[in-house]
T-cell receptor
């Protein structure tokens, strides 16, 4: 059973370009989470999606960032008009059940991350 | 606001000794707490989950304690090995469907 897959592993963009990061959850998982990790900082939650639905995007910057998880295909995190401050590692995680329900939880399994560098 | 504190300074210990990492939190009443391991250039890997009604949990050489009065969790690795060198992250439920991570403590086990 393959784990969470992310591609590309490394992405270099110039300021103003668009970045598309892809995440394929583990087989059987329908819940996807995106996190950002800046150097010397912790993982920061960005967005939680189920198939065709954004459930919680409270950690997502209001502009330039969007995410989707279509019925078919991987989840996509899209960053438009990238700036140098967007340089970070972006991790995707998936779970079989919702991540936090009334004290019950399901483990989130993380992908290897995409390292975005904005020149 | 909710806050998770982990010692951001690296912890260096001799091989064979017990490593103890600390996670303190404020403004939380979590139903559970998790510990993850992260190696350089890799995603976090889940290690252990401990619930609020559990004082201690063990998995092989790992032991986690959870003191909801002190608002603290301790993560122990006994008989540490160089392969245990990594960054260890504490994580708490951050609200509906979210998990909030601490900054992590870097452990270096010296042969």
């Amino acid at each position: 059973n393959a784990g969470v897959m992310q591609n590309p592993r490394h992405l270099v963009r110039r300021r103003g370009q668009e970045a598309r990061l892809r995440c394929s959850p583990m087989k059987g998982h329908s819940h996807v989470y995106w996190y950002r990790q800046l150097p010397e900082e912790g993982l920061k939650f960005m967005v939680y999606l189920q198939k065709e639905n954004i459930i919680d995007e409270s950690g997502m910057p209001k502009e330039r960032f969007s995410a989707e998880f279509p019925k078919e295909g991987p989840s996509i995190l899209r960053i438009q008009q990238v700036v140098r401050g967007d340089s970070a590692a972006y991790f995707c995680a998936s779970s079989e059940l919702p991540g936090n329900r009334g004290g019950h939880t399901d483990t989130q399994y993380f992908g290897p991350g995409t390292r975005l560098t904005v020149l | 606001s909710q806050k998770i504190e982990q010692n951001s300074e690296a912890l260096n210990i001799q091989e064979g000794k017990t490593a103890t990492l600390t996670c303190n939190y404020t403004n939380y009443s979590p139903a559970y707490l998790q510990w993850y391991r992260q190696d350089p250039g890799r995603g976090p890997v889940f290690l252990l989950l401990i619930r609020e009604n559990e004082k201690e949990k063990r998995k092989e050489r790992l032991k986690v304690t959870f003191d909801t009065t002190l608002k603290q969790s301790l993560f122990h690795i006994t008989a540490s090995q160089p392969a245990d060198s990594a960054t260890y992250l504490c994580a708490l439920p951050g609200g509906y469907q979210k998990v909030t991570f601490g900054i992590g403590t870097k452990l270096q086990v010296i042969p």
